[in-house]
């Protein structure tokens, strides 16, 4: 998919053109995915754990070269990425099942930066400001996502009957899960551009 606001993270596929019936069974479906997912929650756990540790180490190349290290970069991306794509499943968004792999396609599209602000690495000044600048993202974010939930207590009815995603359910649900990791890309310093108010 292009974005339409010109920012350059971007979901990597677009709306399923059918999608599986038996997902939308009430409790059902849900509890399912929950229990195939484990494996999953296992191990983004882990990454999650690892990405932190190793954030205390990734601003010291970025303060001093201006550049964020490949591994740091494969790191953070990869574990976004993944986290996107169990999320895109979940949501219903996706029939295929997450693959355990740091990237995949269809993923969401990361581009590395030729550099990175050195600013947002200053230790403990960098993280600060850009919670501060963030606020209002956050703000919005957590409005949306009770839309979102709420809004899946309708959803499953086109899905279970009709087999298919509804076109406006899809702009709403996707549209938050791709701000939700802007706001994170851009909170874990994988892009310097700040993240539009956008769902596109």
Not at 57 to 67: D, K
Not at 115 to 129: D, E, K, L, N, Y
Not at 183 to 193: F, H, K, P, Q, S
């Amino acid at each position: 998919m292009q974005p339409t606001t010109g920012y350059p993270i971007v979901l990597g596929t677009g709306r399923p053109v059918s999608v599986g019936r038996f997902w939308a069974i009430p409790i059902v479906g849900a509890f399912v995915k929950a229990i195939i997912l484990i494996p999953h929650f296992i191990v983004l756990y882990v990454l999650a754990i690892v990405s932190g540790l190793a954030h205390l180490i990734i601003w010291i190349p970025v303060l001093f070269t201006g550049r964020y290290p490949d591994w740091g970069f494969s790191l953070t991306a990869g574990v976004l990425r993944w986290y996107q794509r169990l999320i895109l499943y979940l949501y219903g968004l996706s029939d295929n099942y997450p693959a355990f792999a740091m990237e995949a396609p269809g993923d969401l599209v990361i581009p590395r930066p030729e550099s990175s602000s050195r600013f947002w690495a200053i230790p403990i000044i960098g993280i600060f400001v850009k919670f501060i600048i963030l606020i209002p993202h956050f703000i919005v974010l957590y409005v949306l996502g009770l839309v979102v939930a709420l809004c899946q207590l309708v959803i499953w009815i086109p899905v279970l009957f009709a087999g298919e995603y509804p076109s406006w359910a899809y702009q709403l649900v996707s549209g938050y899960v791709l701000w939700y990791t802007r706001v994170y890309a851009y909170l874990l310093g994988l892009t310097d551009t700040y993240p539009p108010f956008s769902f596109t």
